[in-house]
């Protein structure tokens, strides 16, 4: 769990003209390949239930440890007999939904401490900030870890752990983000004019803060699968028999001298979605960000 | 300049309080109790209560808080709830294997970052910058411990190339220490050496297109020159702000590769601290964590202004 | 974290096994020299008895002091710093001690040393020895090498206690010079064959030979390293790479791939723990008995033996494993899982099962949720945090708990502790009138024929009324390289090393 793509993040430049994703696109082949896999990602999830050729949590214990390419078990089987390309699509169906809530957790709370922070200024900003500060000063993962440990592990519990470690990123984005908005002109004129500070928020600020924030999104989404997997991996995550990557990857790590692929399947699947996010974000970010265009 | 780092520590000290609040009480209100980790096996209702009223367990929460700050403020930690021992004593035996493992794991990371982050600036939008950028997008995307699973496979288990977990401290045997090193370094420093290089890349670029560059090439400088003495120099500024961040982070991105690999440092102390609920020692951990990123951070802004005069303190 | 729940308290799911035990023959004569490693499954704590509740230390223990008395393979009580006994007064038990021993530090071991040793776990604070000598009023010295235990009530379990921490003698000016950190450095403190050298916590604890160990030629090798390993396929790896010479567990599946490598020694014979989950009696749904019956009738052993312990071990029917002379080779009312009888005793309800985040657990807890639903019966799965689960167990906040048993010498420790009413871990609230009066009376009586048959009395009943569902008796195993020799295997889990040499 490392907090660098927030780091990478912050570096997008914000743009007063905003440009549509989409037109965006266009120019830019990397962003429709990570998008595409993005999409394709969804899919899996969505569709899950309709392409697994099995059940993911029917155990069938004589069935056990059948290797890859068996016969019906396109990925083998685990432990307890389980088609694992049935548990790692639905494995889908877990790591996003949990990435999502997590991430709505800290852009929520974090973009609201932000613009309150930034736009208004002086006692607001010192308390907040010192709040923020001491979130970002505590281990984020030894946070998690806590979060979950105090609220009992689970699914739920690891979104809301993750969210709360991802406050700080969007905190510090979105207030430095309004600084530098509150300074241009525009804004003035409308401050001038007689708009009221939530008009200005809603109808100025935050339109013109999509752009990085959505950049920042689907890199913390990749954060977020990590983490979820970390978690899990030290039994902190989804509950058994739910088919979870970290989970997997934790039993099957046992049996990594005669069944490798038990921990390895599901340790590939973390890495695409993680990839395909982060891949997402960084074109995206490299789409957005004028200096760097090649 | 004075002022401003002085005013940056009298920042810190609200932070510092918020932290030990907020790990008193996270700790402390998570379901579990010591008492009966420590008895296993042994436990009576008696030997639980004689526990309680020995770590004092059985006093208040906020009385509780309050004399541990007393301590802490007197730089007394306490003592480890499981093994006895002074809680700085805890962490100071495992805080070499930690240091030695970040170290390793940042160097491997700069190894691989600034040749290719400084290849893929200079030959931008070439095969070998995107197969880079690539490669930097893949690097953070691989969870760690997955890394450190396939590494002990391959190179421990299969190959017996390295040994399979553990540690030997340097001075005993600085060899085999090396040997039990590598491949926790490798796991944890490869997230690093991808972001590191993303840093090198997209500062070099942005070097690159700085008129002095520009100035010396029309000049006649040789470009390789240009690029590792004049350019190189200056893209690592933002490279140094990272490092330094990543140095103040080491306690946290080793909690599971030490995990993984069985590495006795303060990373997994923690873990294993808050499992076994042993307060003292995870409120220890957390506050030197805290501590050694608030530190890191001035320090970092600190250098950076020493680095690029063009900033100042005010 | 999967090492957690193997780690704790020696509440472990030991890899379990087939019996072969026995001393072993191999390597021809016994030579002098050498050291070995071995691995532990978690850190130690301690290193003083008084304060210890892990397996591990009592394994580092054994090796590094002695008790006053000892067991055979066959768990039978044989002399130790005690020479010869005199039991017939069961409230006065008189001790005739080995003459002429020495503790490491150069302190004679004798009739004071014991009572010291007994008063101090009877009396310190963080003692943790109060409530297995809580029979004894006071030690009196007659001479040199006699004491009287005096007792407050008869105690047939004393012996057998004595056996184990409670019981393990260390040298008084050893304690006092220790001071505060006596617990992580306890050097000259026992009489065994090995002496303390160094402790580095998380990495290796290093033993020497005793060069004046009492009893003659022993030990055989120059020292002893334990090494933390706390997960148990890092266990196997680091045999595999010659990092441990020996080890006591490694993950079931991978016995069979030991034992037919000729480069290592794989022994086990039956332990004397139990396996399985306890019900709790108190509460919903398992407040009615043909629900607690029904979950111990659909549970399917040899399934469970077969898959997650890889037929190590036998399928176990109630609390007093074979290795016991307690053991009821009769009981078998759940032998084969019978999902319609157990349909046919209650079905269509609910209840979640609790245990951790150990992969070997939550393997066997999806088999038990696909055993069961077989007979109707829906057993929903919680993973906890260890500590929280064992707060939740034992304050009968569960309704199905997974909790083993790492097993005591005397059958009272089986038993007592968990089915009598007022037992320490009765976390199921079990109560049953007749089955306190068998195990109290197992407690006080001296005839071993009358406790046999109050244990067999007291099985039957707890068995048929399921407060907990056996599953699987476990093994206690040692693998070790195919360098080292001399091992006597004993069913307590405990490798004792004094006998061992290296070729």
């Given at each position: 769990m490392s907090t660098a793509p927030a780091l990478v993040a912050t570096q997008a430049s914000i743009r007063q003209t905003r440009i549509h994703l989409l037109e965006l696109a266009r120019g830019h082949p990397r962003v429709i390949l990570a998008g595409s896999l993005v999409l394709l990602l969804f899919l899996i999830a969505l569709l899950a239930p309709f392409i697994s050729p099995h059940d993911p949590i029917a155990v069938n214990a004589d069935n056990a440890y059948l290797p890859p390419l068996s016969p019906s078990h396109l990925l083998g089987t685990d432990e307890l007999g389980r088609d694992l390309f049935s548990r790692v699509l639905w494995g889908a169906r877990v790591s996003l939904p949990v990435a999502f809530v997590a991430v709505a957790v800290g852009l929520v709370a974090g973009g609201v401490i932000g613009l309150i922070s930034g736009y208004f200024g002086g006692v607001f900003d010192l308390l907040l900030m010192r709040l923020i500060d001491a979130l970002l000063a505590f281990p984020a993962l030894i946070l998690a870890i806590a979060i979950v440990a105090a609220l009992g592990p689970d699914l739920r519990n690891a979104m809301i752990a993750i969210g709360i470690v991802a406050i700080p990123v969007y905190a510090r984005l979105v207030r430095a983000l309004v600084l530098q908005l509150k300074q241009m002109e525009f804004i003035a004129a409308t401050r001038s004019l007689g708009a009221t500070p939530t008009s200005i928020i809603l109808r100025h600020l935050i339109p013109n803060l999509l752009n990085p924030v959505i950049v920042q999104v689907s890199l913390s989404a990749g954060f977020a699968i990590l983490a979820e997997a970390t978690l899990s991996f030290l039994g902190l995550g989804a509950q058994v028999p739910t088919p979870d990557w970290g989970q997997m990857i934790n039993t099957g790590a046992t049996f990594l001298a005669n069944d490798p692929w038990l921990a390895i399947v599901p340790g590939a699947a973390i890495s695409v979605t993680v990839f395909s996010f982060n891949l997402l974000g960084d074109s995206l970010r490299d789409a957005l960000d004028p200096r760097l265009r090649s | 300049m004075t002022t401003y780092v002085l005013r940056r520590l009298v920042l810190m000290v609200p932070v510092a309080f918020l932290v030990t609040i907020g790990v008193f009480m996270l700790i402390h209100l998570t379901p579990g109790d010591p008492a009966l980790i420590l008895l296993g096996e042994d436990r009576s209702p008696q030997a639980i209560a004689a526990i309680h009223q020995q770590l004092g367990l059985d006093k208040p929460l906020y009385v509780q808080y309050l004399i541990w700050l007393g301590h802490i403020v007197h730089g007394d930690l306490g003592r480890s709830i499981t093994t006895h021992q002074p809680v700085t004593t805890a962490i100071g035996e495992r805080l070499p294997a930690t240091l030695e493992l970040g170290a390793v794991a940042l160097i491997w990371s700069l190894l691989v970052a600034i040749p290719l982050g400084t290849i893929a600036a200079v030959r931008r939008g070439s095969l070998a910058d995107h197969l880079a950028t690539g490669l930097a997008v893949g690097g953070v995307s691989i969870p760690n411990f997955f890394i450190g699973i396939v590494l002990i496979f391959f190179l421990s288990v299969t190959l017996r190339l390295f040994p399979f977990g553990g540690y030997v401290p340097f001075n005993q045997d600085p060899f085999e220490n090396l040997r039990h090193v590598i491949l926790p370094a490798i796991a944890l420093g490869t997230a690093g050496a991808a972001i590191n290089m993303r840093f090198t890349r997209s500062s070099m670029i942005e070097v690159l297109n700085q008129d002095y560059i520009r100035t010396a090439r029309a000049k006649g400088a040789p470009w390789r020159r240009v690029v590792f003495i004049h350019a190189l120099k200056n893209a690592l500024i933002p490279v140094v702000t990272i490092v330094g961040l990543q140095i103040g982070g080491i306690i946290e991105g080793a909690v599971v590769t030490e995990t993984v690999f069985t590495w006795p440092g303060v990373g997994r102390l923690a873990v294993e601290s808050i499992f076994n609920r042993d307060y003292t020692v995870v409120q220890g951990i957390v506050l030197l964590a805290a501590f050694s990123y608030l530190i890191a951070n001035l320090l970092v802004d600190l250098v950076y202004g020493w680095l690029d005069p063009r900033i100042s303190f005010t | 974290m999967r090492w957690v729940a193997v780690a704790v308290a020696g509440l472990v799911l030991v890899a379990a096994c087939g019996p072969s035990g026995g001393t072993s023959q191999s390597g021809g004569t016994p030579k002098a020299g050498g050291t070995a490693t071995i691995a532990l499954e978690s850190e130690l704590r301690t290193l003083d008895p008084l304060d210890s509740s892990l397996l591990v230390e009592r394994e580092v223990f054994y090796n590094m002091y002695d008790s006053l008395f000892t067991i055979d393979p066959s768990l039978k009580i044989t002399p130790g710093l005690v020479k010869s006994w005199d039991v017939s007064d069961p409230l006065n038990l008189k001790f005739t001690l080995q003459s002429g021993v020495k503790y490491q530090d150069g302190t004679a071991f004798n009739a004071q040393s014991v009572k010291d040793n007994i008063q101090r776990y009877l009396t310190a604070s963080t003692s943790r020895r109060k409530s297995d000598l809580a029979s004894v009023s006071s030690v009196e010295v007659v001479d040199d090498t006699h004491v009287i235990f005096h007792l407050k009530k008869p105690d047939a379990t004393l012996l057998a206690t004595l056996v184990d921490r409670a019981g393990m003698m260390l040298s008084m000016a050893a304690v006092q010079k220790g001071g505060q950190n006596f617990s992580l450095a306890p050097v000259g403190a026992g009489s065994g064959p090995f002496e303390f050298v160094e402790w580095q916590r998380n990495d290796h604890l290093t033993l020497k030979k005793n060069?004046?160990?009492?009893?003659?030629?022993?030990?055989?090798?120059d020292g002893v390293t334990y090494r933390a390993i706390p997960d148990v396929n890092a266990i196997l790896a680091a045999l595999k790479t010659g990092d441990i010479d020996i080890a006591r567990t490694i993950a079931p599946k991978d016995v069979a791939g030991i034992k037919s490598d000729s480069s290592f020694i794989y022994r086990d014979t039956p332990a004397i723990g139990f396996n399985g989950f306890e019900l709790n009696t108190g509460a919903p749904p398992f407040n009615d008995p043909a629900k607690r019956q029904a979950v111990a009738l659909a549970t399917d052993r040899y399934e469970i033996l077969k898959?997650?312990?890889?037929?190590?071990g036998v399928v176990g029917y109630g609390p007093i494993p074979p290795s016991s002379w307690a053991f009821d080779s009769t009981e078998k009312i759940y032998d084969h899982a019978d999902a319609a009888k157990a349909k046919a005793t209650a079905t269509g309800f609910t209840f979640t099962y609790k245990t951790t985040s150990d992969p070997i657990n939550q393997q066997l807890a999806a088999l038990l949720q696909s055993e069961l639903a077989a007979a109707g019966i829906t057993m929903n799965i919680q993973t906890e945090e260890f500590a929280t689960y064992v707060q939740e167990c034992a304050n009968h906040q569960f309704q199905a708990c997974n909790v083993n048993w790492s097993g005591r010498l005397d059958p009272d420790g089986n038993t007592y502790a968990w089915w009598h009413t007022k037992g320490d871990f009765n976390d199921s609230l079990y109560s049953n009138a007749q089955v306190d009066a068998w195990l109290e009376d197992a407690r006080v009586s001296t005839d071993q024929n009358k406790r046999k048959q109050d244990y067999l009395n007291a099985q039957k009943q707890i068995v048929a009324d399921a407060p907990y569902v056996f599953t699987v008796f476990g093994v206690s195993a040692q693998i070790s390289s195919?360098?080292?020799?001399?091992f006597t295997l004993y069913p307590d889990l405990m490798i004792r090393m004094a006998a061992v040499w290296k070729g």
């Open positions: - | - | 060069p004046n160990y009492w009893k003659p030629g022993l030990p055989y090798l898959n997650i312990n890889f037929n190590i195919n360098k080292i020799h001399g």
